[in-house]
């Protein structure tokens, strides 16, 4: 089947030929990681159907070497070697992070823009205590 992407407006789709289009996602579930593009919802969906994960969102951060990156919360009790053994060396998240639950929005989806601001602050104190136990 020969595909190609194209990006229209917040929307992606992959033309095949042979079957129309299929709907693969908005421009933000997509991640370009140093020039390779992931989608997130691929992504949820494989941690997803592992055994023991109850629900997983993937949410971008931006990284100044890649470009782009993310990190997957997953509600679960397994260990993170099996998430890691379930992915593509591509798809494998720059952390992973079990919760209890995940938080929603008013529209009752999982708030990924919380959970984004939510670790953009946890890395800016890991950065401050970093600054600050290097220069003490």
Same mark, same amino acid.
């Given at each position: ?24 996602? #908005? /421009? $933000?579930? @997509? ?11 691929? =992504?949820? +969906? ?19 070497? #890649? /470009? $782009?990156? @993310? ?11 099996? =998430?890691? +053994? ?51």
């Amino acid at each position: 089947n020969a595909s190609v992407a194209y990006e229209m407006g917040e929307e992606a789709f992959d033309l095949l030929f042979d079957r129309g289009m299929i709907f693969e996602g #908005r /421009g $933000e579930d @997509f991640i370009n990681r140093g020039g390779v593009k992931i989608s997130t919802l691929a =992504i949820e +969906q494989k941690i997803s159907a592992i055994a023991g994960v109850k629900a997983a969102a993937v949410v971008k951060i931006p990284d100044n070497l #890649r /470009g $782009e990156n @993310f990190l997957a919360y997953v509600v679960g009790d397994l260990d993170k070697k099996i =998430i890691r +053994q379930a992915l593509t060396p591509a798809e494998i998240p720059k952390e992973i992070i079990f919760v209890e639950d995940l938080p929603l929005n008013s529209s009752g989806k999982v708030d990924k823009k919380f959970l984004a601001a939510q670790m953009s602050q946890i890395l800016q104190e890991r950065f401050r205590s970093r600054t600050l136990s290097v220069s003490s």
